[in-house]
């Protein structure tokens, strides 16, 4: 079994609470990196959800690429979801000291558009900086990743900022684009590209190193909280399962 840590994206969606409720059922922790506005919208159910003893985290104000915004634009996005995402613990009785952040689309404002492993992106590294360091000043983190041993994270330097990236994405998301990316276009090709040793990756070439379940190390595993795909959620959890995966709470 190798560990697994599951991260939603998009929360909170009308089906937060099934997809919770299905979670728990399945005694699979999650970690929801949650949208600011979503979150006003259903203030009752993020409450109850830390009552319940959830980790909630921060994926910005309106969910917007970084790299297309300006600077102080991203820090209110991030400041003004940090604030709602207080608030909240604080009504649900709880202590917001855990505090972590993800960028939509993995774009870390960098101009890179979240093409971190292609090596023709070049980095804004003042834009860059000036990211790290709003959240820096809010106190964000990035917990260790020992166990996390793909060298691919460690030479595109993810585990030395304060945002997280992840080392696998399902991208059941492609199912409702137009064109879907990588020709993920339904359930039958997601549980195809599942089972392959080098999936591709949207974020740029990762070598040719060993992957997914043809590598020992733990997966970061990305998955989302979107209407389109409510359908699919629990029948893809349950493949998961299928899986030589331990799902761990991270701490």
């Known amino acids: 079994m190798k560990k697994a840590y599951l991260t939603i994206d998009d929360s909170p969606s009308s089906s937060f609470i099934n997809k919770l409720d299905y979670l728990e059922q399945k005694k699979i922790p999650a970690i929801f990196f949650c949208i600011g506005n979503l ?3 259903r203030k009752s159910e993020m409450i109850d959800s830390i009552q319940r003893g959830h980790q909630i985290a921060n994926h910005s104000y309106s969910h917007p690429h970084f790299s297309n915004i300006t600077l102080r634009e991203a820090q209110y996005e991030i400041e003004k979801t940090d604030d709602i995402i207080g608030n909240l613990y604080v009504k649900a009785g709880g202590s917001f000291d855990q505090k972590w952040f993800r960028f939509p689309y993995g774009d870390k404002g960098d101009l ?6 292609n090596s023709n992106k070049n980095a804004d590294l003042e834009r860059k900086y000036f990211i790290q360091n709003v959240l820096s000043n809010l106190n964000y983190t ?5 166990d996390v041993t793909y060298d691919f994270m460690r030479k595109a330097n993810l585990f030395e900022e304060l945002d997280w990236h992840w080392t696998f994405d399902i991208m059941e998301w492609a199912t409702f684009e137009y064109k879907p990316s990588l020709g993920l276009k339904n359930l039958h090709k997601i549980f195809q590209r599942l089972d392959q040793s080098n999936p ?4 740029g070439d990762l070598g040719n190193e060993k992957r997914w379940l043809a590598s020992p190390s733990a997966e970061i595993i990305l998955l989302h909280d979107h ?4 359908p699919i959620f629990n029948t893809i959890i349950d493949k998961l399962l299928e899986y030589p995966l331990e799902f761990i709470r991270k701490e």
């Open 200 to 203: 591709l990756d949207c974020r």
């Open 39 to 41: 979150m006003e919208k």
């Open 227 to 230: 209407k389109q795909t409510t």
């Open 112 to 117: 890179r558009n979240g093409e971190v492993f």
């Open 142 to 146: 990035q917990p260790e990743w020992e």
